[in-house]
């Protein structure tokens, strides 16, 4: 059936689909099939990458076939919010999704994007995690796949004609494998399943300047690759059944993972390590004139997971609904090339953060608005990989390198700039120097306008979030103002970090009356050394606010500076039911160090009362591993730890 470009005719009934495919002639098509295959936990270390200490055959392989893409991003450096944004076509921080494993709705008329696949016939499987943190997570799952379960393939068909979209996600390179297991569950897993000439010597490992080399380094980085040659192997198992299937011919591969490599500086932390992802596309003999380049080339354009939703609906010619955020890269109405992406880092388990990157082809430009906090803040579930010790030790003897003192130190910068053409690693951050100026403001600027588009939701704290949205939902609430954030809170956390000159600025702010005021105020005094004694007054006073998160960051405030009212607070609020609360609480506690020696009877009395309701959701767990990891530290017994999640 001939066709022009911009027309689209789909038959939901038959095999046969006409696509505009960028292409001068006009022919009928059928359809594609669409696999996705996603690695966990892995930035670009493979061959084809260049990464010589790899060894990864079969995606090397595919890498012939493929067109490579060079700049490919996560939108978050931690899974469960970049996997909302990729099946949503949404931004986390849009949708209230940021936080990991946050129990936010979608609005109705949010869907997965294979829900629209579906509609036209496909039948789409996902293979093994669904994970898109948000409570409609259900409905994402009925709405979107014809099946979802480790068993999940497209061999499941009962038409052989009936197109496939089909996801395989590959855990074996995933942290728990490469630095949580214990070394002898990573052995009997992972290096039991390779040959001795596909296991990596320690002593070869490339170490990263940001990584103290001890043995227990090395040992930890040749698991990783060790993960990923596993992970290699079921690459090649899964497209050898697509040959053996003969759909080979009549399918577009997708290979990417799903953020930076779980290992220390990489997975949780907003830089190159944490967000920069390999992508391959292979697009067989039949669609070559749907790839933006000959099999075998590479591309420097600029992908982020936001676009992955609108580029697959693009690709089959099917429209883009309005609320996707993203830009198509492939398919006949392929957007322009996008000069800038972003990225988020926030709540990680019950670490709290706040920080935004942006990034073109060659400058990233990473914002924090938590400068007090650590990149390698204590976690329960990443401390229980040995190689995070290491860093503790070097922290404790005062003995970092520049670059190791910059991830493992107590404090990180306020703004960072790096070159990424000449310091790929990210390690020296050039916002200070006069001579990059304009490039700064220009980055500063263009998140800034991304923050304000998206309708940022991190700039309020998730307790105020989930009020703010008990009607509708997080995205919803934001789109019924007239603008979100509000400038003046904007303004306001351009206070953050500042010199104490400006203190008696973050000192009025708790004396407003909008909330999330009154909390940046307290984040940014608790940023400085020390209070001043004329703070307390105004931080007592804080305690009787009406919202909880105010009273617990100003109680834990007070309590650090030996002020007797703050304990109190604090321990009313560790014994309430609000999993949120309780949470924001025990990290508190955690972080006091030795000041929260007497709560220790309180937590110890909190923490068996989560243990008994961990069923309830993820953030009971969290309270467990904050608990027991601030219980460890006091010296107490928190009786039988937390297993990992």
């Known amino acids: ?7 689209l005719l789909t038959i939901i009934s038959g095999t046969w689909m006409t696509f505009g495919l960028c292409s001068a002639s006009e022919r009928d098509v059928p359809r594609p099939n669409i696999l996705w295959i996603t690695a966990e936990d892995m930035s670009p270390a493979l061959g084809c990458y260049g990464d010589k200490y790899a060894t990864t055959p079969h995606i090397d392989r595919l890498a012939t076939q493929s067109v490579r893409y060079l700049n490919a991003f996560a939108t978050a450096p931690v899974c469960s919010p970049a996997r909302s944004c990729l099946i949503t076509g949404v931004h986390a921080v849009s949708l209230g ?234 398919g006949s109405k392929s957007s322009d090339v996008r000069r800038y992406l972003h990225a988020a880092r926030d709540r990680v388990d019950e670490a709290y953060d706040f920080a935004r990157a942006t990034r073109d082809k060659r400058w990233l430009y990473v914002r924090t608005f938590r400068p007090d906090l650590s990149f ?46 000449a310091d790929p690693m990210n390690l020296k951050n050039l916002a200070a120097e006069r001579k990059y100026l304009k490039e700064l403001n220009r980055l500063r600027n263009a998140q800034g306008q991304w923050i304000r588009e998206v309708r940022d939701l991190g700039f309020l704290p998730e307790e105020l979030v989930k009020e703010m949205s008990l009607e509708s939902s997080p995205y919803e609430a934001t789109r019924q103002e007239k603008e979100f954030p509000p400038e003046e809170l904007i303004d306001a956390l351009q206070l953050i970090g500042i010199d104490e000159e400006r203190r008696d600025e973050l000192l009025g702010l708790l004396g407003s009356d909008d909330p999330a005021l009154r909390y940046w105020g307290l984040i940014g005094l608790g940023e400085h050394d020390h209070i001043c004694e004329t703070c307390y007054d105004d931080l007592k006073y804080v305690l009787r606010d009406k919202v909880a998160c105010n009273r617990i960051e100003a109680a834990a405030l007070l309590h650090e500076n030996d002020q007797k009212e703050g304990l109190p607070v604090l321990l009313k609020e560790l014994h309430g039911d609000d999993p949120d609360l309780v949470l924001r609480t025990s990290r508190a506690l955690e972080l006091l160090g030795a000041k929260a020696k007497p709560a220790i009877p309180a937590m110890n009395k909190a923490l068996g009362k989560w243990r008994k309701k961990r069923a309830e959701g993820p953030l009971g767990l969290f309270i467990e591993f904050s608990l027991e990891a601030a219980l460890v530290r006091l010296g107490a017994d928190p009786g039988t730890r937390s297993l990992s999640y």
């Open 1 to 7: 059936m001939p066709f022009k470009i911009s027309y």
């Open 97 to 330: 999704t940021q936080h990991l494993r946050s129990n936010s709705p979608l609005p109705d008329f949010i869907h997965g994007f294979p829900h629209y696949l579906r509609k036209v016939g496909y039948y789409t499987t996902n293979n093994g995690k669904t994970d898109y943190n948000t409570s409609s997570e259900k409905r994402l799952i009925r709405e979107s796949w014809s099946e979802s379960s480790p068993k999940a393939h497209w061999r499941g068909r009962k038409d052989s004609k009936k197109p496939f979209f089909s996801i395989f996600n590959l855990m074996v390179s995933h942290q728990s494998r490469s630095m949580v297991y214990p070394y002898e569950r990573f052995q009997k897993e992972v290096q039991s399943k390779l040959t001795a000439d596909q296991i990596h010597d320690p002593a070869n490992a490339p170490l990263p300047p940001y990584y103290p080399d001890t043995p227990i380094t090395r040992r930890t980085v040749a698991r990783f690759y060790d993960c990923v040659t596993l992970m290699d192997k079921q690459v090649g198992d899964i497209l050898a059944q697509l040959e053996e299937d003969g759909l080979a011919d009549d399918t577009i591969v997708f290979f990417y993972s799903d953020h930076g490599s779980g290992i220390p500086r990489h997975k949780r932390v907003a830089l190159d390590s944490g967000l920069h992802v390999p992508l391959l596309i292979r697009f067989p003999e039949k669609y070559k004139a749907m790839a933006p380049s000959k099999a075998g080339a590479t591309t420097d354009r600029l992908v982020s997971f936001v676009d992955f939703a609108p580029t697959a609906l693009n690709l089959l010619g099917l429209p883009i609904p309005e609320y996707m955020q993203g830009k198509p890269f492939l």
């Open 376 to 421: 390698n803040q204590p976690t329960y579930y990443s401390d229980m990989g040995e190689v995070r010790h290491e860093f503790y030790k070097l922290a404790e003897l005062s003995k970092m390198s520049a670059a190791q003192r910059d991830y493992a130190g107590p404090v990180r910068p306020l703004e960072a700039l790096y070159d990424c053409l």
